[in-house]
């Protein structure tokens, strides 16, 4: 199954499938946090788990993820610094604007 196409989550990446991998993940979207830019990475303690959280989650119900929601979060307030920030500099030039 290709979870990558299955996802309805915007923010979901991947996950490991190499069984050589000691950790069993799902990645989500970058988070960016005072600068750094950390990767969203859950670990489970066993496939099922893992799986049961995908199609949960990943698959279905994403606007109940806190993962989700803090990475939502996280944009609307870069994206609101960025907004005020635009509008300030326009302010400055004597540009009109809302």
């Not at 990446?13 to 990645?27: A, D, E, H, P, Q």
């Not at 750094?36 to 788990?49: A, R, V």
């Amino acid at each position: 199954m290709n979870y990558e196409r299955c996802a309805a989550c915007p923010f979901f990446v991947g996950m490991n499938r190499k069984n050589k991998s000691k950790t069993i993940t799902i990645t989500c979207e970058n988070l960016d946090i005072m600068g750094f830019d950390m990767k969203n990475m859950l670990s489970f303690q066993n496939k099922n788990e893992r799986s049961d959280y995908y199609n949960l989650f990943c698959a279905d119900r994403y606007e109940s993820c806190v993962y989700y929601k803090a990475i939502y979060q996280n944009m609307e307030q870069r994206y609101e610094k960025k907004r005020r920030k635009a509008k300030t500099i326009t302010k400055a030039k004597g540009v009109p604007g809302d």
